[in-house]
């Protein structure tokens, strides 16, 4: 019996080193969604995050789609029907879907300038044996997400 009991104890343990940690917080009305999501990566110092999920509301919109070199802005009430992305202290990469009051649903990356109308809130979650990193790895000419053990 002390045997089995010490070999669980082991398992648990060595997975509680790999359960992610999960951080919630809140965005309020006028905040940027981009740099209030950055300053909480960096206030938490995260080195290798996700969005697991984010909802809320935005005023403005500002939002780089596909293959284009510029973002694309609008101004009125929209919600936030996903929030997705890596967040690390090293550089972020986070894409954006929001729908009018019509339906209407864009998306794309998420620039600065998307101003919160009542909320957003966002959930994160932390894998603390990893690092995020983004280098120029010349399989594109942008720098591009390395992961590395921490």
Known sequence: MNKLFFFLL????????????????????????KKGIQAFVIKNEIKA???????????????????QPNGSKGEGHFEITSLIGTVSINGSHIHLSIADSTGL????????????????????QEAKDLNFTREIDGTTPYPELQVKDN
Request: proline share 3%; hydrophobic share 40%.
């Open 10 to 33: 082991i398992i648990i343990s060595s997975c509680q080193n790999k359960m992610p940690t999960t951080h919630a917080f809140r965005l309020k009305p006028g905040e940027d969604l």
């Open 49 to 67: 995050g996700w969005i697991a999920c984010g909802v809320g509301s935005l005023t403005t919109y500002n939002i780089r789609f596909a293959n």
């Open 105 to 124: 649903t864009i998306g794309g990356h998420l620039l600065d300038s998307n101003i919160i109308y009542t909320t957003a809130e966002i959930v994160i």
